[in-house]
T-cell receptor, first 115, second 110 residues
Framework: GAGVSQTPSNKVTEKGKYVELRCDPISGHTALYWYRQSLGQGPEFLIYFQGTGAADDSGLPNDRFFAVRPEGSVSTLKIQRTERGDSAVYLC?????????????FGEGSRLTVL | KQEVTQIPAALSVPEGENLVLNCSFTDSAIYNLQWFRQDPGKGLTSLLLIQSSQREQTSGRLNASLDKSSGRSTLYIAASQPGDSATYLCAVKRNEKLTFGTGTRLTIIP
């Protein structure tokens, strides 16, 4: 596609439920990133994929959060036993190359609300 | 730990004025610095990327500078327009992680 696509754009769920958020990166981009943005804050790093493998997952807040990218393209962020504090906008970004020249391109985000 | 600060948090200026947004960071060992624009309820749009070896980048009415040694970047917007109203975020990159500031909310008054 022309840009990074994220679905759903909005998700409302109840505390304790399981949620999946999907990211479809720009075609050909090998690097994929997940960030989380709370109201009034800048985005915070969650996890980075290079190809199929998670190269850095140090930003995941706890073991309820997990992300996969099985074929090196689409990625899914999975949140188990959701809590109200998980409410935020989850942003996905992709980059053609890693390293210093890698410009990140972001999607519109998935707004998660946990009631 | 890298910390990124953006001042001011909010700025209102009349249409047509030139303005400068500021970004400072604590760790100068960065790969690059990227400026983004974010409209309410939307994702981030990349405006300019400056490599660590560069001093500035220009795109249309936008000019971004980088002084890595002092940990500072500025985004200059010339001849501001109401359509420039948005939140502007700077982010520094190291080891594949972007660290963001909290942004400057810019309002251009027609």
């Amino acid at each position: 596609g022309a840009g990074v696509s994220q679905t759903p754009s909005n998700k409302v769920t109840e505390k304790g439920k399981y949620v999946e958020l999907r990211c479809d990166p720009i075609s050909g981009h090998t690097a994929l990133y997940w960030y989380r943005q709370s109201l009034g804050q800048g985005p915070e790093f969650l996890i980075y994929f290079q190809g199929t493998g998670a190269a850095d997952d140090s930003g995941l807040p706890n073991d309820r959060f997990f992300a996969v990218r099985p074929e090196g393209s689409v990625s899914t962020l999975k949140i188990q036993r959701t809590e109200r504090g998980d409410s935020a906008v989850y942003l996905c970004a992709s980059s053609l190359i890693q390293g210093g020249t890698g410009e990140l391109f972001f999607g519109e985000g998935s707004r998660l609300t946990v009631l | 730990k890298q910390e990124v600060t953006q001042i001011p948090a909010a700025l209102s200026v009349p249409e047509g004025e030139n303005l400068v947004l500021n970004c400072s960071f604590t760790d100068s060992a960065i790969y690059n610095l990227q400026w983004f624009r974010q409209d309410p309820g939307k994702g981030l749009t990349s405006l300019l990327l400056i490599q660590s070896s560069q001093r500035e980048q220009t795109s249309g009415r936008l000019n971004a500078s980088l002084d890595k040694s002092s940990g500072r970047s500025t985004l200059y917007i010339a001849a501001s327009q109401p359509g420039d109203s948005a939140t502007y975020l700077c982010a520094v990159k190291r080891n594949e992680k972007l660290t963001f500031g909290t942004g400057t909310r810019l309002t251009i008054i027609p």
